[in-house]
């Protein structure tokens, strides 16, 4: 199924591995700022997008992917797709490991993030599934722990902001391929309970 074309947006896809070798991927969508090329936004963007898959890449207790996952884990690649039907993709390095010394959740299991915007219905809010989780972060009821979910809200709050603050990005959106139109996230919402990253379901939104 060919891709939609979707005014000023493009797709972000973050492919990594877990313990194993085990594929997982993200997929979230951005709106580049009408007044700049493509290329000058997925220049910026990269730079968040690693910030955001590193351990604190915005300091203090905002954590990102890497502080959750085992250090078998790791993200490797960005590719960056303008949803305009004729600019090709561009592929970047991450080569962002893991931290994280404890045992892994098996290969499917993952932080689900989940993203809202002001408009209601399927179409309009997206998720993120983060893989390669480790055990250390599951409370007793086998949930991801109350404080790590603050720490990961912190982190997405803050890329958030750090990539709305450049000329070239007007923000973060949720793309629907069936009306072929973005929406803007206005919050972000980590889940307690592990997900589970199928080929029905998909790696992300």
């Not at 300091?59 to 959750?68: A, I, L, P, V, Y």
């Not at 109350?146 to 750090?162: G, K, M, R, T």
């Amino acid at each position: 199924m060919p891709l939609p074309v979707i005014s000023d947006t493009i797709r972000c896809t973050v492919y990594g591995t877990s313990e194993g070798g085990a594929n997982w991927s993200n997929t979230f969508h951005v709106v580049k700022d009408v007044g700049h090329t493509y290329a000058a936004a997925i220049a910026d963007l990269h730079v968040e997008v690693a910030k955001l898959y590193s351990a604190a890449g915005y300091g203090g207790t905002k954590f990102g992917w890497s502080h959750f996952a085992t250090n078998g884990s790791s993200a490797n690649t960005a590719v960056y797709t303008p949803l305009d039907g004729s600019t090709p993709s561009t592929t970047l390095n991450l080569g962002i490991a893991g931290q994280s010394a404890n045992e892994p959740l098996p290969p499917q299991d993952a932080l689900v993030i989940t993203f809202v915007s002001d408009l209601r219905g399927r179409s309009y809010r997206g998720r993120n599934y983060w893989g390669g989780i480790a055990r250390d972060f599951i409370d007793s009821s086998g949930k991801f722990a109350a404080a790590d979910i603050a720490f990961v809200l912190s982190c997405w709050v803050a890329w958030a902001a750090a990539i709305s603050a450049y000329a070239t990005i007007d923000g973060h959106a949720v793309a629907s391929y069936l009306h072929a139109t973005e929406t803007a996230v206005t919050s972000y919402v980590p889940r307690a309970v592990f997900g589970h990253q199928t080929h029905r379901r998909g790696p992300g939104a």
